[in-house]
């Protein structure tokens, strides 16, 4: 129980979706060089093995998967977005293998919590679609798995890449024994993730979006995660705690518009274990999604690595910028009727 788990499989450096894609395999190979140049200590490595085709199939359709087991070995674009080369069904079997490893790991006590090092990212795949540079959704595929474990029913996805994750929305929309958050520039790709989408039937409330205006800060975000995360999860009573760990949100990234610096992200990440530790046992994982500057993208994730292992958060004030602080009492104004904000 000492040890925070990282998960990693080089083959999924091997997938390739094309000259000049942002999702290039130097993403990877960014953080992981890092970390095991400079090892954080209390951390371990693993190899995670293929998910299992009865795992996937909990949240995507055979239709779906189909299409993707058909792209094996070949060159294919899904979408303008969305391109495999011949190892790339192989990488995305092992991104959700890894994030269900971590689910297993934590849940058996094996480690104190985990983060999963993937490529292709997941949170944009749908039940029925590729994505987003997504092909198989790994942090709801880990959800599924997890509520297949004896005794645990309730579990909290939370997802802070820049873009909105749309795919694990999707998910379980309908669902009460998932709660989604997700903070996300807004209007930007996807272009779903607006404040009203909050679930529907026995998941109406369960669905929180948090949409911000490109430039929110590190004082926007210490403050939504306070005032909306926190006290929701209080609610939930989580059991388990996932995180769509995308750091496209910094303020060097080439897509996205937001602000947030390394600091910002260690602070979210203390928050999130903050929650795990007062809810879940601590039962904690991180999955990894986009960020595209790769200094950014190592640094900020080394940062969460430090916080996972037990390093402090370097804290900061909470004042939201006008930017942000527009977009919180909106969050909360609507949110409210469902949970004490």
């Given amino acids: 129980m000492s040890s925070t788990l990282l998960l990693h499989h080089d083959t999924m450096i091997d997938h ?26 209390g951390t371990r490595w693993a190899t995670p ?27 294919v674009s899904f979408d303008p977005d969305t391109h495999a080369s011949p190892s790339t069904v192989e990488a995305s079997y092992l991104a959700a293998g890894a994030a269900v490893e971590a689910v297993d790991a934590v849940l058996d006590g094996h480690a104190r919590n985990a983060f999963a090092f993937v490529r292709p990212p997941g949170h944009h795949a749908e039940p029925d679609r590729a994505m987003g540079f997504c092909l198989l959704n790994n942090v709801a595929i880990a959800a599924e798995h997890a509520l297949g ?24 929309y309908e669902r009460r024994d998932v709660l989604f958050f997700s ?18 039937g026995e998941g109406e409330g369960h669905t929180i ?23 929701a999860a209080e609610r939930f009573d989580p ?18 518009g937001m602000a947030l610096t390394e600091e910002g992200f260690a602070d ?41 292992a037990g390093a402090a958060a ?19 104004e609507h949110h409210r009727r469902y949970w004490p904000l």
């Fill in 16 to 41: 390739d979706p094309g000259r000049g894609h942002p999702e290039r395999p130097d993403r990877l190979r960014a953080i992981v060089s890092a970390l095991r140049e400079r090892p954080v200590e």
């Fill in 49 to 75: 093995s293929s998910a299992a085709v009865e795992a996937i199939l909990r949240v995507h359709s055979p239709e779906h998967l189909a299409r993707v087991d058909a792209a094996r070995g070949k060159q």
């Fill in 149 to 172: 474990r004896p005794g645990i029913e309730r579990v909290m996805v939370i997802d802070w890449d820049v873009h909105h994750g749309n795919g694990t929305q999707a998910a379980f």
């Fill in 183 to 200: 903070s996300h520039q807004f209007p930007f790709y996807p272009g779903t993730g607006a404040v009203q989408e909050h679930g529907r």
């Fill in 209 to 231: 979006n948090v949409p911000l205006s490109a430039g929110a800060t590190d004082g926007d975000f210490r403050r939504m995660f306070g005032d909306v995360v926190v006290p």
């Fill in 239 to 256: 059991q388990l705690v996932l995180v769509s760990a995308g750091f496209d949100a910094h303020c060097q990234d080439p897509l996205g």
């Fill in 268 to 308: 979210l990440c203390a928050t999130v274990k903050a929650i795990a530790d007062a809810h879940a046992g601590g039962r904690l994982v991180l999955v990894l999604e986009g960020g595209y500057d790769l200094e950014g993208l190592a640094g900020s994730a080394r940062a969460c690595v430090e916080i996972l």
């Fill in 314 to 332: 370097p804290g900061g004030p909470d004042t939201p910028s006008p930017v942000g602080d527009r977009g919180l009492r909106q969050a909360v």
